[in-house]
């Protein structure tokens, strides 16, 4: 079974603080996303990744940037947290991006608060 | 433009119901299809998914059907349980690209 783990469940922080959300993947896979889940807009893409330091920006990148520095770990970076980025954070990765292999699986998600 | 729109919830239904939660896609190309399920305080479960027209996908006693010519992907299970009580989410993408684009999710309530 694909496993996709994120660093912290809850996490609060304050406005101005910079924040790191981490989430691995152990199936070997070449993308990984991160996504912020909002009532009533569903999920947004934020950043994708297909490969080793390769990143492309999503839907909502402002305020955020990514790293990924080894193929299994995926890291979301909050620069200067603000109260408007307090939501739902949630972790995906997918083999390739056709057919079978476009599956996207996803972690248990970091619920971020800040004050 | 590419969309996904699911029925507004919350679906409240007694045990041992019928349940349909409605889904239609606009897109252009051919995409896969997929419903997941979020359980309270969990991230996302894929719960079926179906990569071309006429395809059903089935899982857990769920099943949705893609149904190109009415650009829909219904999902249906014939006996609801408490335990189904979540939020569900139909979602596309397109071969060969890495999008996929969510609908807004359906909260359902099963009660005992």
């Known amino acids: 079974d694909v496993k996709v783990t994120q660093s912290s469940r809850y996490l609060v922080k304050r406005t101005g603080e910079k924040v790191f959300l981490e989430c691995v993947q152990d199936?070997?896979?070449?993308?990984m996303f991160w996504y912020r889940q909002d009532p009533g807009l569903g999920l947004r893409l934020i950043y994708f990744?297909?490969?080793?330091?390769?990143?492309e920006k999503g839907d909502i990148p402002e305020g955020y940037s990514v790293s990924r520095e080894k193929k299994e770990r995926f890291s979301l970076i909050l620069e200067s947290a603000s109260t408007n980025q307090t939501s739902m954070y949630l972790c995906a990765s997918s083999l390739g991006l056709a057919g079978q292999q476009e599956t996207q699986y996803f972690g248990p998600g970091t619920r971020l608060l800040v004050l | 433009g590419n969309s996904v729109t699911q029925m507004e919830g919350p679906v409240t239904l007694s045990e041992e119901a019928f349940l349909t939660i409605n889904c239609t896609y606009t897109?252009?190309?051919?995409?896969?299809l997929f419903w997941y399920v979020q359980y309270p305080g969990e991230g996302l479960q894929l719960l079926l998914k179906?990569?071309?027209?006429?395809d059903k996908g089935s899982n857990k006693g769920f099943e949705a059907t893609y149904r190109k010519e009415t650009t829909s992907f219904h999902l249906e299970k014939g006996s609801v349980q408490v335990s189904d009580s979540a939020v569900y989410f139909c979602?596309?993408?397109?071969?060969?690209?890495?999008?996929?684009?969510f609908g807004t999710g359906t909260r359902l309530k099963v009660l005992a």
């Open positions: 990744s297909y490969d080793v330091k390769m990143k």
């Open positions: 199936m070997d896979h070449e993308n």
């Open positions: 897109a252009t190309g051919y995409p896969s």
């Open positions: 979602a596309r993408s397109t071969s060969g690209t890495y999008k996929y684009i």
């Open positions: 179906a990569t071309k027209a006429d």
